[in-house]
């Protein structure tokens, strides 16, 4: 059993990926908190609190639902939406919710516009410009997903949740698999029936390259 | 697109029933054949719904690939052709991989050798082709003879890598692997070893599914990155050479890059023990020697306990099955309380036992040896001889002058 678990960062230079330290995937119906196999039910609470808790709660929608090339992605990317306008009427003054996409993975040069775009091979410039403190990845492929969370816990304090159609990815710090319409709906309703519980933090994200 | 668990129970163009692989593969009845390692690879692949397979001529793989030539003409195979070479023809895998198909190659030792660039860029595209290898010398001068050399090169590519003992073993690991090769979390070539000639030129007697059973298809759309699909919108992110920048995002994202692909090997590992059942497979791990062994050395290990048996000496096997994801912890349990661990290889370099070596606590337990090379056979004496001079036992001499 290993002793490793996923937290935000700035974790190190490189940082190892989840997978080769021992974390395993969840499987169906189950989630994964910081690495550790936990119920669905709970990744939900604690996916709510941390957005309700975030100075910036941010989404990422990837291409697989920022097209409409087919019903279900499109079905999805009305349920991202409904999500993304739960946050912004659930969180407090202070707070502000964002949704910036990732249209494609090719890299920006010489310089991308961080404010409305986020890209998998420098995250952590999006993550950094916006002072993002808790990002939700959705419809990024998984491969570009994993790419992308763990330069964030390489370079930033972010924490990151992944809404994976597939297996789940243990480089984020919590991850949801199978994802589906039904899904993004429950974790709305979590966040709706949250609010006001939380007490959202004061601080923003801190920035660095390495500790 | 397909869908995977829509299709089964239909039926394809040949009036085989796309059929749930977890019944196929342990449900369904299996019929005796006795046939060649090669007669099996076609058999495989006669049920594994396979889109693509390229092929060129370099023994002793020639003859699987020229009966899955046989498969396309009787059509089960959706494309078959020859490439110019063996990189031409790793490189044409690569290509339809990229565009979604289930893709299938075989090739054997200086055509592996030839064709390596291609395989950790498989890896890197996440390109689950399958490739079998027919193990043989590699280096000049020219060798057709069975040796494993080549596998210690395909060990670091970040392909799955399997090495099969058996006839039987190739045709439930080849079905078995498009299932572990294909996961999302996965999505990784596997190189499916066997040691040439030993498993593709002997027959054996070996169960085989119904022929009218087959895998379901492949579903490209559960890929980690996207395939290329000219008529679907997410079409236009190809993966980008960032490589070809000099600074230090691109430095950062190579790493992370391959530090994915290596945490994909390791997530293979939960689906190829399910498959497989266990990356190892181990007997009587309570004996004061234990010989860890892959391949056909395998089997001249359990003849060589067998010998040894008749003299009053118990020994253990571990049966390595999976070299990527590497089986570091079951070997470590299974040789704990063994005093000598022997190693025997059909290899000049001895591979196997400097990873066992590079894994185990007190690595001077392990006996590199004994290796035959070059298309020697490895008769299950001189294992038993060795053990014995482990043990500090008389023992006959084996080759000398005939003194």
């Known amino acids: ?211 | 697109m397909a869908d995977t668990h829509s299709v089964i129970g239909t039926k394809n163009k040949k009036g085989q029933t796309f059929t749930d692989t977890w019944k196929m593969m342990n449900e369904a009845p299996r019929t005796p054949s006795f046939y060649t390692g090669s007669e099996v690879i076609k058999e495989a692949l006669r049920r594994a719904s396979c889109d693509v397979m390229i092929a060129y001529p370099i023994t002793p793989q020639s003859e699987a690939a020229a009966l899955i030539g046989e498969l396309f003409a009787e059509g089960y195979i959706g494309d078959y052709f020859r490439g110019e070479s063996e990189f031409a023809v790793m490189s044409q895998c690569a290509g339809a991989a990229f565009g979604g198909a289930r893709v299938f190659t075989t090739t054997a030792g200086p055509g592996t050798m030839r064709a390596m660039e291609n395989f950790p860029m498989w890896s890197g595209a996440r390109l689950p082709i399958q490739m079998i290898v027919t193990c043989r010398g590699i280096n000049s001068p020219l060798s057709i003879q069975p040796d494993t050399l080549e596998i210690a090169y395909l060990l670091n590519t970040g392909m799955l890598v399997w090495h099969a003992e058996t006839a039987q073993d190739f045709f439930d690991w080849i079905l078995k692997g498009y299932m572990v090769s294909e996961e999302p979390d996965v999505h990784l070539p596997l190189a499916l070893c066997c040691d040439g000639f030993f498993v593709t030129h002997t027959k054996d007697v070996v169960n085989l599914t119904p022929t009218d059973m087959c895998l379901p298809p492949y579903d490209p759309y559960r890929s980690p990155v996207p395939c290329m699909d000219m008529e679907c919108p997410p079409v236009r992110m190809m993966r980008d050479p960032f490589i070809m920048k000099s600074n230090y995002i691109s430095y950062a994202t190579h790493a992370s890059w391959q530090q994915e692909v290596w945490a994909a090997v390791e997530r293979s590992r939960k689906h190829t023990i399910k498959w497989l059942n266990g990356l190892i497979e181990t007997e009587n791990t309570d004996a004061e020697v234990i010989i860890v062994a892959s391949g056909t050395a395998v089997s001249q290990g359990r003849e060589a306990i067998r010998l040894l048996e008749d003299e009053g000496i118990r020994c253990g096997l571990v049966k390595v099955k999976v070299l990527r994801p590497w089986p570091g912890e079951e070997i470590r349990e299974a040789t704990k309380n063994a005093k000598h661990i022997v190693v025997p290889e059909f290899n000049v370099t001895g591979w196997l036992a400097k990873e066992i070596k590079a894994t185990i606590p007190d690595s001077d337990r392990v006996n590199a040896g004994p290796h035959v090379c070059g298309g020697m056979t490895m008769p299950p004496e001189i294992i038993a001889s060795e053990i014995k001079t482990l043990l500090g036992m008389r023992t006959m001499s084996l080759a000398g002058r005939g003194s």
Request: charged share 20%; with cysteine.
């Open chain 1, 1 to 211: 059993m290993t002793q490793y678990r996923v937290l935000p960062g700035p974790e190190h230079f490189l940082p190892p990926s989840a997978a080769s330290m021992g974390i395993c995937l969840p499987n169906p119906g189950e989630a994964h908190i910081n690495g550790v196999i936990v119920p669905e039910e709970k990744a939900y609470e604690e996916a709510a609190k941390q957005f309700l808790m975030a100075k910036v709660p941010t989404l990422f929608p990837g291409p697989l639902v920022l097209w409409a090339w087919n019903e279900k992605a499109a079905r999805k990317a009305t349920a991202i939406r409904h999500l993304y306008n739960t946050l912004k009427e659930c969180v407090q003054p202070g707070q502000t919710p964002m949704l910036i996409p990732m249209p494609d993975y090719r890299p920006k040069y010489p310089k991308i516009n961080p404010e409305v775009e986020i890209n998998p091979n420098h995250p952590n410039l999006t993550i950094w410009h916006n002072k993002i403190d808790c990002c939700m990845f959705i419809g990024v492929h998984c491969h570009q997903a994993n790419l992308s969370l763990k330069i964030i816990r390489g370079g930033t304090s972010c924490y990151t949740i992944a809404m994976c159609a597939q297996a789940g990815h243990e480089d984020a710090m919590l991850s949801f698999r199978d994802a589906s319409v039904e899904k993004i709906m429950k974790l709305a309703d979590t966040v709706k029936r949250l609010k006001g519980t939380v007490k959202p933090r004061l601080t923003s994200a801190k920035s660095g390259a390495s500790n």
